[in-house]
């Protein structure tokens, strides 16, 4: 096998390549005795380690022990006063997408690193899950003396390519699969379950351990806890969690705690809601879970037969665009007999005419109403912060790649004196992706597709060059756009 020489601390030309920036230029001597290295005189072995049978990361740490990943079967002709080192790359996937590189040294001919390392790199970078988890691997050398370091083989050189089973530490918190809401209409009522819907279903409960149900309060004195899936299908109710004692009745958010301590929070409120857990913080939201608000008005006229609805994909924020005109409020169902929101002090106006305040729900529509300019506004409220904000729409133009996407040159559409609906007569454009922008600018743009254009949606398509009539309607809910090649 042809040899070349190594020097450390001076200029290596075959088998080493040194580290990006972490040499001195000029480098200093360090090393002045010249010694023979191949990159074959180094090889390496997975030699079955994770292969078959998980390297267990928690056994390993108990122990006190490193975790070994590849047996060092030849090293010769490397310089005696030089230290060799491992840099490891490891990913969920063989094309190395997403990665972490972790490093390594040798020990008893095997390369080696603390099980502690492996495991912060599996939970900071892929997953906070304990299960067993696969990871392929990359392995580059290096030579190192003093704060000269060099890469053994070349720049790109690796000396394992392997793939391991990995067994995490186990958590200080097990979770369970799936919990159940545990839950009863009065405190002398008999207690009904319910299965929480998980927020996050192809996510692992450890990576997103939110857990929802919407429950439809009819009775003041709605009484609820959670209760792990595992505990509930064995009868024992033993794994259950709840606010403490003496914990404010119709608290909207807090804190749960487990066993015996556990008491079951309240709802003193007639309204359908979502209740929201996190069971491994061990934290709970309840926010109003009506289907959509409707927003009656002056632009409405009396009654519900024309108000218009925000909708809503959480039960939390409810948005859509809509005519606004001197007044409005919004109204959990089609009457002023209910669950109704107005404003809560005093408004906010901004120079660009956006209005916000605060909410408050009230029994009816006794109350102070939002106030508004005659024109198409995009609305939002949060029921959780119980705010709102309504964002004047000035002008919508159609932008795209026909025009690389240039907001100054978009093509302004026409409003109707209602600005319901708003039209571009005989546009010229070529095939491809576009979207609507507002006031040509991104704060706000409508997107998604012909029959429901949504704010912030993604772009609609034009299939081929021509010449179109162009249609929003924002009588319609969804709004639609339609297109029309001339």
Not at 51 to 73: F, S, V, Y
Not at 80 to 109: G, M, P, R
Not at 152 to 172: H, I, Q, S
Not at 286 to 294: D, I, P
Request: net charge negative; aromatic share 10%.
């Amino acid at each position: 096998m042809k040899k070349f020489a190594l020097l450390l601390g001076i200029g290596l030309t075959m088998g080493l390549t040194a580290c990006d920036d972490m040499l001195p230029n000029p480098q200093p001597t360090v090393n002045p005795e010249l010694e023979l290295f191949s990159k074959d005189d180094l090889v390496l072995s997975q030699n079955s380690l994770g292969e078959t049978t998980p390297i267990n990361l928690q056994t390993l740490a108990d122990q006190g022990e490193m975790a070994a990943i590849a047996e060092i079967t030849t090293l010769q002709n490397f310089p005696a006063t030089c230290e060799l080192s491992f840099k490891v790359e490891l990913s969920t996937s063989d094309d190395f997408a997403k990665s972490v590189t972790i490093d390594a040294t040798q020990a008893d001919n095997m390369v080696v690193t603390p099980a502690s390392t492996i495991n912060t790199a599996i939970y900071d970078t892929f997953t906070h899950d304990p299960s067993e988890i696969t990871l392929y691997s990359r392995i580059s050398a290096y030579a190192s003396e003093g704060t000269s370091v060099m890469r053994l083989g070349g720049a790109d050189y690796l000396y394992g390519e392997y793939t391991y089973k990995f067994l995490p530490f186990t958590p200080a918190k097990q979770l369970d699969s799936s919990y159940f809401l545990k839950y009863r209409t009065s405190a002398t009522g008999a207690w009904a379950y319910m299965q929480m819907d998980k927020a996050a279903p192809s996510e692992s409960v450890y990576d997103n351990p939110t857990f929802t149900v919407q429950v439809d309060v009819e009775d003041a004195g709605f009484e609820w806890m959670v209760v792990s899936a595992t505990s509930h299908n064995a009868g024992t109710d033993a794994d259950v969690f709840g606010v403490a004692a003496g914990t404010e009745a119709d608290t909207a958010a807090g804190d749960l705690v487990e066993g015996e301590a556990a008491t079951p929070a309240a709802i003193d409120k007639a309204n359908p809601y979502v209740i929201t857990v996190d069971v491994l913080n061990n934290t709970y939201k309840v926010n109003l879970a009506f289907e959509y608000l409707y927003v009656p008005g002056s632009a409405t006229g009396e009654g519900y037969s024309r108000a218009m609805k925000l909708f809503t994909k959480d039960f939390v924020t409810y948005e859509g665009s809509m005519r606004l005109y001197v007044d409005w409020y919004l109204s959990a169902q089609a009457s002023d007999q209910g669950a109704v929101f107005m404003v809560d002090g005093d408004e906010k106006v901004t120079e660009t005419g956006v209005v916000s305040g605060a909410l408050t729900q009230l029994a009816n529509a006794e109350g102070t109403k939002m106030t508004a300019g005659n024109g198409l506004y995009y609305i939002k409220a949060n029921l959780g912060t119980m705010t709102f904000s309504a964002t004047p729409v000035n002008s919508i133009a159609i932008i795209g790649a026909f025009n690389d996407w240039n907001t100054e040159t978009a093509l302004d559409l026409t409003t109707n004196a209602r600005f319901t609906t708003w039209t571009l007569k005989d546009a010229k454009l070529t095939a491809g992706e576009f979207k609507f922008c507002v006031d040509h600018a991104w704060d706000l743009s409508y997107g998604g597709s012909e029959d429901n254009l949504e704010q912030n949606g993604g772009n609609l398509t034009l299939a081929e060059d021509g010449t179109y009539d162009i249609t929003i309607d924002f009588t319609k809910q969804p709004n639609t756009v339609k297109i029309v090649k001339k």
